[in-house]
């Protein structure tokens, strides 16, 4: 006797909150375009179940000074921009990113302490050169964090930028911030579900809309942690389908940073031979770290690697097929 | 999953004698539904309660075997959706495919190299599972020759990808019972595949178009029918979106309605549905960390290799216990009273960092390992169990001022906040703050630990 398969779908009570980055000139900012994550009713890619109205996006990361702690691979690829955030910013653009992430560094090269000026003066010369909606990290220091950061949220008011990190140390300056010039924040807790919406119970308790926060679940990469990363993400989506609004948020993998700190992607010489071609594993380490998160939830994915942009475009896209 | 307590008490005597050691029939019930309790205790059971209960009681997921010996790859028998609601068990294998349109040569070198491919992590030896053989000739003898060629350089467990039941008798031929996995039986030839499996011994795979799960259920159905149980599916989804759609349905269909034609692992192609290798290993990505068992690859390369063999790794490591070595004095490079002490925790990943590098640097070092509950060096900082205290309680505990002559220390540079503490904690150490990543530690070791 023939058996009949009955596809087991899951209803799901609650949905993800859509967020939106940048804001065009009718919205009181410059970019060209925006770009709007979340809104998902299903788990990752399950189209027969739920909708997932918009694709996740890749932000590609900027620095505001050269970046010399970074792996050859990448400061070969990029060539000379590095020196430049605005050419690199363009550059990022023109290879298809659909966001740029600037990351301040704190300090340059020479060791001397960026000064709120400087960091206001790049993130403007990036906003310049390209029309991209943008977010712009602080070099995760909570009171470096507070004072650059505040500054470039007041400078470039109305853009809707998301300012990182936005963590229990220092979310109140960083939150009064994003309300005042009407940008948005991310939440950053340590892979602990309760810890996440604790953030988000707190920064919406000081009025900011739940539509202007990203959830940093925290990234680990590929054999450095991704594991709990994974199940945290999954367990955090899990809730916000299950109707739990403070776990809602659209979330946001710092990819490019987490996986090139790695021995794997860092160094070329005097590693086992079995790790096969560095080019080869380098690249591949932060696009495998990325495909992983992206099945976990991820909404956005920030890389650092050129070549990998168009990659993982592409699985995106084909993930998105229904 | 299993049968309820109630369903399991509409089996029993009814007669509550007591012997099983529980007050009454339906509390042997329960306690046997909760897995607390072994049917054997009762005397009294029938025959027939006996085998119903049993196959209520079988894995939701069957394990299966491919191949023998030590080699052997055991997957299925899963119970979970969510790696965080217990752990995921048995690792998917990893085969890599080859075809005997292939020149022999050219086989015989790919296959000579996944099996001798090992690589470390964690302290342990990762390994591609096996190969997978096609007959993209569509010839018998040919295939025999190849599967012949592929054996003579292996001893991993292979998989028969051939359509043709006379080619597939052919390679099984070569393989004197040593379990192949045999792919595939489809709606047209099973008859003659599974009597195949059956004759051989062999667990086969019951293959449909599309991701039709109907037919896929049918089919393993009619292939139980005629005899053979070890079945593995192929739903016939070949890209990102799909497979995740088919797999996730497979695995939801087996552990949430217990639907057991369904109930079995599950193998895929990444190759199959992508346009190059790297998105290949993207999508075998995927169905590691979404519900395959078996994945085959159309490309062998060791940094590729090794990629997928650490996100294995990684996803299938218990999520309640970190893997970690035990705390203790570690020589690195012949040690003696003179040369470097360094101190980490006990997470492996944090130990086997850190060990790696000493020992690359060729540098005579003591490593203390911390009693610090398997966590990373922030990680347990952060929690309390990587302090001066816990440090210095390390020191003393494991005999260090015995066996080293010096009084210094180097610390993770993560962790530098702490020295001013441990200072305290030991009186008389200096207290050396080294780098924040181990790669660094062979230039540390060699110019500025000297200083
Ligand atoms: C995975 C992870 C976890 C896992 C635990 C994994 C484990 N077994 O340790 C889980 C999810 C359980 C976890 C929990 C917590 N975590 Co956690 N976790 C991480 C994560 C993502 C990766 C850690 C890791 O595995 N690193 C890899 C190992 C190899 O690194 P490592 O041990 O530091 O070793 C390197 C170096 O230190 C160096 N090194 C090591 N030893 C030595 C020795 C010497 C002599 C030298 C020179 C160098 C050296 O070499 C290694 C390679 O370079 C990091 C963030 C990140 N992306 O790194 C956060 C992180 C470490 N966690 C953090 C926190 C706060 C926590 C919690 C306290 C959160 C909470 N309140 O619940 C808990 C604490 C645990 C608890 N109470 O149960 C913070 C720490 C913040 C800080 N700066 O203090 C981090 C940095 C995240 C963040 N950005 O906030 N965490
Ligand atoms: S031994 Fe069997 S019959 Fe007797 S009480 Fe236990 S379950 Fe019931």
Known sequence: MPVTVEIPTEKWAGSVREVTLGATADEGGTRTKTVTVGGETSLPFLHFEGKYPHPPVVAVEIQDSHPDDWSPLLLEAWGDVTKDPAAWAKKAEEIGADLIMLKLRGTDSSGAETTAAQAVAVAKAVLEATGLPLIVRGPGQAERDNELLVAVAEAASGERIALGLCEDKNYRTIVAAALAHNQLVIASSPIDVNLAKQLNILISDMALPLERVLMDPTTGALGYGLEYSFSVMERLRLAALQGDSMTQQPMICFVGEESWRQKESKVGEGVPETWGDWYKRAVMWEATTAISLLNAGADIITLRHPDNVPIVQRVIEKLMES | ?451
Not at chain 2, 332 to 359: K, Q
């Open chain 2, 1 to 451: 999953m299993g049968l309820s307590g109630l369903a399991i008490y509409k089996l029993l005597p009814k007669t509550n004698c007591k012997e099983c050691g529980f007050p009454t029939c339906l509390a042997f019930a329960m306690k046997l539904s909760q897995k607390q309790a072994d049917l054997s205790a009762c005397p009294y059971i029938s025959e027939e309660a006996k085998s119903a209960l049993a196959a209520a009681s079988a894995p939701p997921i069957r394990l299966i075997t491919v191949g023998s010996g030590d080699n052997k790859v055991e997957v299925g028998n899963e119970t979970v959706l969510f790696r965080h609601e217990k752990t995921f068990y048995h690792p998917p294998g990893l085969f890599v495919r080859v075809k005997d349109t292939q020149p022999l040569a050219e086989v015989e070198e790919t296959v000579a190299q996944v099996d001798g491919y090992t690589v470390e992590r964690v302290g342990m030896d990762l390994r591609l599972n096996g190969i997978a053989v096609e007959n993209a000739s569509g010839k018998a003898d040919v295939f025999a020759t190849c599967v012949e060629a592929v054996r003579s350089k292996t001893q991993l467990p292979i998989i028969l990808v051939a359509d043709d039941p006379t080619a597939m008798k052919a390679g099984l031929e070569k393989l004197d019972g040593s379990t192949p996995l045999l792919h595939a039986a489809t709606a047209d030839n099973w008859e003659a595949m599974a009597a195949l499996a059956k004759e051989y011994k062999s667990p086969i795979v019951a293959q449909v178009p599309d991701g039709d799960l109907t037919a896929l259920a049918n089919l393993a159905e009619q292939i139980k029918g005629a005899g053979v149980e070890d079945i593995v599916l192929d739903p016939g989804t070949r890209g990102f979106a799909d497979s995740l759609a088919a797999l996730t349905q497979i695995r939801r269909l087996a552990l949430k309605k217990n639907f057991r034609p369904l109930g079995y692992p599950v193998i895929t192609f990444p190759g199959e549905g992508t346009d190059s290798e790297a998105e290949e290993v993207m999508l075998a990505s995927e169905h590691i960390a979404k519900y395959a068992s078996l994945i085959v690859l159309d490309h062998f390369d060791p940094a590729t290799a090794y990629i997928l063999l650490t996100l294995r790794l990684n996803i299938y490591t218990d999520p309640q216990k970190p893997i970690q070595v035990s705390p203790g004095l570690y020589e690195i490079n012949g040690p003696g009273p003179d040369s470097p002490l360094l101190t980490t925790t006990n997470f492996s990943l944090t130990y086997f960092s850190v060990a790696g590098e000493v020992d690359g640097s060729g540098v005579p070092s003591w490593l203390l390992i911390t009693d610090s509950e398997g966590m990373s060096v922030l990680t347990a900082w952060a929690a309390g169990n990587f302090d001066a205290e816990i440090i210095a309680k390390a020191v003393k505990t494991f005999g260090v001022e015995n066996k080293i002559g010096h009084r210094k220390i180097v610390i993770p540079g993560a962790v530098a906040v702490i020295s001013g503490e441990l200072e305290e904690e030991l009186p008389g150490w200096e207290i050396k703050v080294g780098p924040r990543e181990a790669v660094d530690i062979p230039v540390y070791l060699k110019n500025v630990w000297k200083n």
